[in-house]
């Protein structure tokens, strides 16, 4: 069974930057689509990047598009979210999440994904 398990979160300034990394055990993410997802205190749960499993397809909330990227290391089962110029807005609880997709599918709708990690906290004081 697929395991996530997410770590890098932390208090930041805002204007710095951070990497949260999504580890994968269990299973090889090598057929998986990643999403990164985040939910602040009070809202929705939303996606903020997700990668096909070939990596070739990656897709951006509008809100973090040329500040975020999202990247994947299959070698090391391990996907990445560089996140810079973090700002109040950005704070949250930041999962990953996976599902079996093709080679160039993937998706910012949670509904699409099975397994997902425990989260790790973003905080960006304003």
Do not use: H
Not at 41 to 59: F, N, P, Y
Request: charge should be neutral.
């Amino acid at each position: 069974q697929l395991q996530l398990v997410e770590s890098g979160g932390g208090l930041v300034q805002p204007g710095r930057s951070l990497r949260l990394s999504c580890a994968a055990s269990g299973r090889t993410l090598d057929y998986y689509a990643i999403g990164w997802f985040r939910q602040a205190q009070g809202k929705e749960r939303e996606g903020v990047a997700c990668i096909s499993s070939s990596g070739e397809i990656t897709k951006y909330a509008d809100s973090v598009k040329g500040r975020f990227t999202i990247s994947r290391d299959n070698a090391k089962n391990t996907v990445y979210l560089q996140m810079n110029n973090l700002k109040p807005e950005d704070t949250g609880v930041y999962y990953c999440a996976a599902e079996v997709a093709g080679p160039r599918y993937s998706s910012l709708l949670a509904d699409e994904y099975d397994s997902w990690g425990q989260g790790t906290r973003v905080t960006v004081p304003s």
